[in-house]
């Protein structure tokens, strides 16, 4: 746990008491605040995530009339990703059937989402992150499930340039036409056309950061920055070690991004 809080307490009841009784309250008092905010800077993944995401990702998958073998694999390989036990297991299975059927409270799932990221950005990236290979499992997106996954980001407050960004840096392709594709082999533009994955040299970093070519160079350094508050790994707590890490390689890309813009403006 960060004890900034306590010993910044136990300083200022030593200046206000003098006395080691001051040192000690002020302490008390400081480890209170320390607790109090790992709560509520640490979310866990907890079945009420659990419930919402799978029962997401069900009816994702079953929004443009069918559940595809490639669907079924990206949530398989969510649960093992978030490595959830047995009892996780059967719930996010439980939750993605139940998701399919039809009648599914959409809303409800988007709102138990939405909960558990408390309006954090950081931890809505992370959500966004981890449905990606979902969303993009089919290649280009049926207008369904493209109004999906643009109810969630509104939900979540993420904007589409901005989910262009994360879409980016996992090799993705998004058009500002509001159609999605993939570079991943299978993907493509709903033409069948298969493209090998990019890689991290060959994404725009321009894209990356989800500014425009000719933006100025204070506004990449503000854009630049603002990636880095939300996607720096020390903000997310306790989360599973796949995500946190995943958390580290988006902000490698961030860096790897912003460094390739300043070699080619010149920019120190």
Known sequence: MNLIGTAIGAMVGLIVFHNPIGLLLGGLVGWFFDSARKRVQAPTLDTGLVRALFGFAGALSKSDGRVSESEIAA?????????????????????????????????????????????????????????????????????????????????????????????????????????????????????????????????????????????????IKQAYRRLMSQHHPDKLGDVPPEIKQRAEERAREINAAYERIKAERGLK
């Not at 093992?80 to 299975?93: N, Q, S, T, V």
């Not at 207008?143 to 901005?162: F, N």
Request: proline letters at 5%; hydrophobic letters at 40%; charged letters at 25%.
């Open 75 to 219: 949530t398989e390989a969510l649960i093992a990703r978030l490595r959830l036990d047995g009892d996780g297991r059967r719930l996010a299975i439980e939750r993605f059937s139940a998701g399919k059927q039809p009648g599914f409270d959409v809303d409800g799932a988007i709102a138990g989402i939405r909960q558990w990221c408390h309006g954090r950005r950081d931890l809505a990236f992370i959500v966004l992150d981890l449905l990606l290979d979902l969303v993009h499992a089919e290649g280009a997106l049926a207008q369904p499930k493209l109004d999906l996954v643009r109810r969630l980001c509104a939900a979540l407050g993420v904007g589409e340039h901005e989910l262009a960004a994360l879409s980016a840096m996992r090799g993705y392709a998004y058009a500002h036409t509001g159609r999605y594709g993939s570079t991943r082999p299978g993907g493509g533009h709903g033409g069948g056309s298969q493209r090998p994955p990019q890689r991290p040299s060959e994404v725009d970093p321009y894209t990356v950061l989800g500014i425009a070519r000719g933006a100025s160079d204070r506004d």
